[in-house]
């Protein structure tokens, strides 16, 4: 029974024009997998577009890291280099970093309770080639992240929250955004020979953004605080118990309509390849 529910959620989900994953990488981190039992890198390719009327597209390589660090502790360091091209012209570099520490704090038979404390760290430009804040790549805020899950054997779920600290330093569009709330569900079994996961995240902005105008007041930006609802799924093959690869969709059930952040994607895919040691 769990294994038909599953396949007949990633057929459906695998058939449906792609929109979005998580769109905003700092928080959507605390939603990412549970703890493993062994130390695991990836290199990842992300691309992607905002679609109409932005027109960006989105194209990124990842160094991500998880490694133990006790037999209760994880750390998962990412550091992206990626690129932004729409009409208005184009950027390229390196990308916000993500830190997160994930400590158990109980765990038996029925599962295991986690606590993460992180941050996504300002480390991409925010006012590359004069461009606006939705072609740039980094958001020019370090912004302290701070969760706690629940793993048991199939299912996750889990809270999150995202202070966004500071105001972006681009000149077009100095934006200040409004913290983030993540509730995160999911469900972990196999597609035939595939391990795979389905995932549901909703993102609440708190208050709305807004930019600094040239005058010194503030405008507020209508929308920016909507409720979004992704749903992602994975596929994942190991070739070995040290080496895999995996790829990753998903899709908006709601979505923000503000792209000011130049955080909307339209569609995304991601895949990677995994060590284990």
């Known amino acids: 029974m769990r294994r038909t529910t599953l396949n007949l959620a990633l057929l459906v989900l695998l058939g449906i024009p792609l929109h979005a994953q998580c769109s905003d990488a700092g ?10 039992s062994r130390n695991q890198l990836f290199v990842a390719g992300q691309v992607g577009s905002s679609g109409s009327p932005d ?12 490694f133990q660090l006790g037999a209760a502790t994880t750390i998962t360091a990412v550091l992206p280099f990626g690129t932004v091209r729409g009409p208005l012209g ?14 158990t704090l109980s765990e038996g038979g029925w599962g ?13 430009q925010d006012d590359a080639g004069g461009l606006p804040q939705r072609y740039q790549l980094g958001l020019g805020s370090t912004d302290p992240l701070v969760g706690a899950r629940f793993d048991a054997l199939d299912w996750e779920a889990g809270l999150g929250y995202q202070r966004a600290t500071s105001r972006s330093g681009n000149r077009a569009e100095p934006l200040k955004r409004g913290d983030d709330v993540l509730v995160h569900v999911g469900y972990r079994g196999q597609l035939g020979a595939f391990p795979a996961s389905l995932q549901a995240l909703a993102i609440q902005r708190l208050s709305k953004s807004n930019i600094r105008q040239p005058d010194g007041t503030l405008r507020s930006l209508p929308d920016s605080d909507r409720l979004q609802v992704n749903l992602a799924g994975s596929l994942s093959y ?26 909307k994607r339209a569609w995304t895919f991601e895949g990677a390849i995994s060590w284990r040691f």
């Open 27 to 36: 928080i959507c981190a605390l939603g990412h997998g549970p703890s493993l």
């Open 55 to 66: 027109d960006l597209t989105f194209q990124a390589a990842q160094l991500k890291g998880r």
């Open 90 to 103: 184009s950027t390229t570099g390196l990308g916000d970093a993500l830190l997160v520490l994930e400590q």
């Open 112 to 124: 295991r309770f986690s606590g993460q404390l992180g941050a996504r760290i300002a480390t991409g």
């Open 238 to 263: 190991p070739f070995s118990a040290s080496l895999g690869v995996e790829a990753r969709v998903a899709l908006p059930l709601l979505k923000r309509l503000d792209n000011t952040d130049g955080l």
